[in-house]
């Protein structure tokens, strides 16, 4: 593993590779299948008569095309290298393939994709439903939220049938939150979704995003017809409860001040915001830095980090190492209930590792792409979700951008040192090494910020300096925060010493969670004129493609790589441009 950072944190999982570029020599054209794929899916996804053809009919064309640029790479390999004729036949291949493939993954997305009913102008009805659960949020203290596909309905609405509905059932009806794959027979009021039916337009954007065509409530009865979970999400759910009672009993006998920082703690690592205070949660919404309290890239990364750091301190193999801190971060992700962004990090994590194993260290981007290629082919939907392209646009940058510049960065500390590692004191080796692994840390969270800020423009429309400047000053100690609270669940499930030893941990990890917790409470009290709003939201998509750009032509081009000043100079200088360009 490189030193990436010189701590290896997140960016030592995606730096594990080497020095060179992340995007070098495949023989496998990902990206002529990753770019038609994506494209295919926000065709079919905004243009609503594309799901009027028949996926049939889209494989057939795309089968042609498939056949055309055969016939072409077929004649290209067998004429004269460099004739007129192997020329002609290399720009047909170039554009059939693609050109195919757009067509094939049209037809998968008419295929996959749940149908939406077009139910804006649906006045609310009584109906008996049944519902799968397909995704289960906390909800309110009334209501079960989520979001279930419709097996059946009555009253009239037999085309709902197949359609995502959002549904709000009464927590007195149910025993508990219904688990995915659980089946509910329930009578209630069906709507369609629309800003004045919902009196939310952003809540109506985010259900079209995700596909829903109806909103189910007022239910009067609700019954669970089957469960989803197995036996063994529900010890999974049992050691959370586990974990979090003993973070409580560890924080609590020291007084408020501890308590708070050990709620925020058990929020961190285990994604219980309820553990939250109001005025905690209205800081952190103020500041942006809510996503600290959402199990995503940042933790899976930060722990990850942590393990490999771990086993090879132990000597471990590095593919043993590897497979370790795979299957143990799955087992956390599991614990914690497999929230969707987890997944997708976990999922990453794992391709990630393949690309540095199969492309021997110096791939780890191409890792990242078959996990974007994956993800997608199994659930098309993804494609039109922000938070899906978020954590992509979020690993690829500290690729592309993070890692190189915590490598820089850790080049100019030691360059700056005037004596060897012999010669200074143990005192002044720790310090520098702390100096390192911030400066690393910060470099990472950069890299993330500028990625983050244009998906934060497209999905809310505004953008905030303070939430700028609290992600860039802020993350870098959750980082450490993380590490002491893993260290804490660890030594939790310790039957003797377990009391004893996540006391020690939690001592470490409640002064940065501490300073996070006063910091954001200080950014909170900023006035709001520094905050930006855009009058056309769907500017972030072009923002976000425009900051990958220099991302990866910063990494694969050499004018960019040999001048560090126009590497890491032009990302930051593009995003000012954007947000002086279209925000007011």
């Known amino acids: 593993m490189t030193r990436a950072c010189g701590n290896e944190d997140a960016c030592s999982v995606a730096a594990e590779s080497g020095n060179g570029p992340p995007f070098g020599g495949a023989g496998f054209p990902l990206l002529w299948l990753l770019v038609p794929q994506i494209a295919a899916f926000a065709f079919c996804g905004n243009a609503a008569w594309a799901a009027e053809i028949p996926p049939a009919r889209w494989a057939l064309a795309g089968t042609f095309f498939l056949f055309a640029a055969a016939a072409a790479s077929a004649v290209e390999c067998a004429a004269e290298k460099g004739c007129a004729r192997a020329r002609a036949a290399a720009e047909i291949w170039k554009f059939c393939f693609p050109v195919a493939a757009f067509f094939l993954f049209a037809a998968w997305w008419n295929f996959?994709?749940?149908?939406?009913?077009?139910?804006?102008?649906?006045?609310?009805?009584?109906?008996?439903?049944v519902l799968r659960v397909e995704r289960s949020f906390s909800g309110s203290e009334k209501n079960f939220n989520g979001i279930a596909r419709v097996e059946s309905v009555s009253g009239g609405n037999g085309a709902l049938a197949g359609t995502r509905v959002w549904y709000a059932l009464p927590r007195e009806r149910l025993e508990g939150a219904p688990e995915e794959g659980a089946r509910i027979r329930a009578a209630g009021v069906l709507q369609g979704v629309s800003a004045e039916n919902l009196s939310s337009e952003g809540f109506a954007d985010f259900l079209r995003r995700e596909r829903v065509g109806s909103v189910f409530s007022r239910a009067g009865t609700a019954e669970l017809l089957s469960r989803?979970?197995?036996?063994?999400?529900?010890?999974?759910?049992?050691?959370?409860?586990?974990?979090?009672?003993?973070?409580?009993?560890?924080s609590e006998p020291f007084g408020e001040t501890s308590a708070r920082t050990g709620r925020v703690l058990g929020a961190m690592m285990l994604g219980e915001q309820s553990l939250l205070s109001p005025e905690q949660k209205r800081n952190y919404l103020?500041?942006?830095?809510?996503?600290?309290?959402?199990?995503?890239?940042?933790?899976?990364?930060?722990?990850?980090?942590?393990?490999?750091?771990?086993?090879?301190?132990?000597?471990?193999?590095?593919?043993?190492?590897?497979?370790?801190?795979?299957?143990?971060?799955?087992?956390?992700?599991?614990?914690?209930?497999?929230?969707?962004?987890?997944?997708?990090?976990?999922t990453m994590l794992v391709f990630l590792f393949l690309g540095t194993l199969f492309g021997r260290g110096r791939l780890p981007f191409h890792g990242l792409l078959f996990s974007?290629?994956?993800?997608?082919?199994?659930s098309p939907t993804l494609a039109e979700n922000v938070g899906f392209r978020l954590s992509y646009f979020a690993v690829a940058a500290i690729l592309l951008y993070g890692v190189p510049a915590a490598e820089r960065t850790e080049r100019l500390f030691r360059a700056a040192r005037r004596l060897p590692d012999e010669m200074t004191t143990r005192g002044e080796r720790l310090r520098a090494r702390l100096r390192r692994m911030l400066a690393g840390n910060f470099c990472v969270s950069a890299a993330a910020t500028l990625a983050g800020t244009t998906c934060i423009v497209e999905l809310f429309g505004v953008c905030s300096l303070v939430s700028l400047l609290a992600n860039l000053v802020l993350i870098p100690l959750?980082?450490?925060?993380?590490?002491?609270?893993?260290?804490?669940?660890?030594?939790?499930?310790?039957?003797?010493?377990?009391?004893?030893?996540?006391?020690?941990?939690y001592a470490a990890a409640a002064i940065p969670l501490w300073i996070v917790d006063e910091g954001t409470a200080l950014f909170a009290r900023a006035p709001g004129i520094w905050s930006f709003s855009f009058p056309y939201a769907g500017l972030g998509a072009f923002g976000g493609l425009l900051m990958l750009a220099l991302f990866?032509?910063?990494?694969?081009?050499?004018?960019?790589?040999?001048?560090?000043?126009l590497r890491f100079g032009l990302p930051p200088f593009a995003l000012c441009v954007f947000l002086l360009l279209f925000a007011h």
């Open 478 to 505: 959750v980082a450490v925060a993380s590490w002491a609270g893993a260290a804490v669940l660890c030594a939790a499930c310790l039957p003797a010493v377990g009391a004893a030893a996540g006391t020690l941990f």
């Open 286 to 346: 103020l500041t942006g830095t809510m996503h600290i309290f959402s199990v995503s890239g940042l933790h899976i990364s930060i722990l990850a980090a942590g393990l490999l750091r771990l086993f090879r301190l132990l000597r471990f193999p590095r593919v043993p190492a590897w497979l370790l801190a795979i299957a143990g971060l799955r087992l956390y992700v599991e614990i914690i209930g497999a929230p969707p962004p987890a997944e997708r990090a976990w």
């Open 372 to 378: 974007a290629f994956f993800s997608l082919t199994v």
């Open 228 to 250: 989803g979970e197995s036996a063994f999400a529900r010890r999974c759910a049992e050691a959370k409860a586990f974990l979090l009672a003993r973070i409580s009993e560890i």
């Open 552 to 565: 990866f032509f910063g990494a694969v081009w050499r004018p960019f790589r040999e001048r560090p000043w």
């Open 112 to 129: 996959r994709a749940p149908p939406v009913a077009d139910t804006a102008e649906m006045p609310p009805r009584e109906a008996e439903i």
